[in-house]
């Protein structure tokens, strides 16, 4: 027994830099996991991300570290890899915004804000919900796992482990990526928007001509089908932008916006 002892502490001695380089890049991919579109949802369970977290860095690690992993883990890397993490998956974290952010103008825009809402982790209109969960299912049915795996093996060159981003480039980095995200929303949601003016602006001409006629109890009624049809044919349209704005951001997640 005590030969046996003897062996399983050699063995873990000579497994303790890969132990260490291992946690190392769990901390830089447990982080972006924790944030990530599909694997990071809030309805996923904590264990499910756990795993995923870990089959990443079961990925990741062997192309990253060096053949015989690190000697000693700095306390400093527990920070630096943590929030290198963060700002790749809020990277990608930011698209989906932009849809959030199209479903609730597109929602107010049509009157459907409350039809429906909450389906998700956090509530939003239907639409949202609608353009959210199909946009998740385009990106996982185009390989988003391989794409994260690259994304993450290749990030170890721009940010070398246990260096940190400038934070005034880390600012401007934010900044630009919600003026990226809001400009994505605003062009989805334009249709309904202008459709909803036209609409108002018709409804308003028909009261002024027709003041004894109760135009929204007729307008109303047009606008849910004219919105719901609008959203059948537009939909297709809408999420095929969105993925190729979403590819681009896969290729190149720190690149300043256009």
Request: proline share 7%; charged share 5%; aromatic share 8%.
């Amino acid at each position: 027994m005590t030969d046996l002892f003897d062996v399983l502490t050699t063995l873990s001695g000579h497994a303790r830099p890969l132990i260490l380089g291992g946690f190392l890049v769990f901390l830089r991919v447990g982080a972006a996991v924790s944030v990530l579109p599909v694997f990071g949802e809030s309805s996923l369970p904590q264990r499910l991300r756990l795993a995923v977290a870990l089959a990443f860095t079961a990925v990741v690690a062997p192309a990253v570290l060096p053949p015989g992993g690190i000697a000693d883990l700095m306390v400093l890397a527990f920070v630096t890899e943590t929030v290198i993490g963060l700002i790749l998956g809020l990277a990608l974290r930011f698209m989906v915004f932009a849809l959030e952010m199209a479903g609730m103008m597109i929602a107010q825009s049509t009157s459907l804000a409350q039809l429906f809402g909450g389906a998700a982790g956090e509530p939003q209109p239907v639409m949202g919900n609608v353009l959210v969960l199909a946009a998740l299912a385009l990106a996982a049915a185009a390989g988003l796992h391989v794409r994260l795996a690259e994304l993450f093996i290749l990030s170890y060159r721009a940010f070398p482990a246990g260096g940190l981003p400038l934070a005034a480039d880390a600012v401007e980095w934010g900044l630009a990526q919600t003026a990226q995200a809001t400009t994505l929303a605003f062009s989805l949601a334009a249709p309904f928007v202008a459709g909803a003016f036209l609409y108002n602006l018709a409804l308003g001409f028909i009261n002024r001509a027709l003041p004894q006629l109760a135009v929204s109890f007729i307008g109303a009624p047009a606008l849910t089908l004219g919105s719901l049809a609008l959203f059948a044919l537009a939909a297709p349209v809408l999420l095929s932008v969105w993925l190729a704005a979403f590819d681009q951001m896969l290729a190149n997640p720190l690149a300043p916006a256009p």
